[in-house]
């Protein structure tokens, strides 16, 4: 990616991003995006990976050693409720 861009928030809140940087980070229709407003002047977007997310998740999982069958969790919101 060569130059900067501009461009402008629509009365609903959007903001296009300009097709050079949509290319340039292969950003897609569906892409997924954090909003991290930095300070008053300057708000990052992050492109999220939907499927290291799910991965990560997956092996988070997979270290819990004391796993909760479907049952007990039922018997605990209902005591908690």
Avoid: C, W, Y
């Avoid at 009365?11 to 950003?27: A, H, L, W, Y």
């Avoid at 892409?31 to 290291?52: A, M, R």
């Avoid at 796993?67 to 018997?75: C, H, L, T």
């Amino acid at each position: 990616m060569q130059d900067v861009e501009t461009t402008r928030m629509s009365t609903k809140g959007q903001v296009i991003i300009p097709k050079d940087t949509r290319n340039f980070t292969e950003s897609r229709e569906d892409t997924i995006f954090t909003v991290f407003p930095l300070d008053k002047e300057t708000i990052i977007l992050k492109k999220l990976d939907k499927q290291k997310i799910v991965n990560e998740f997956r092996a988070l999982r997979k270290k819990v050693k004391n796993k909760v069958s479907e049952a007990e969790a039922n018997e605990i919101v209902h005591k908690v409720r």
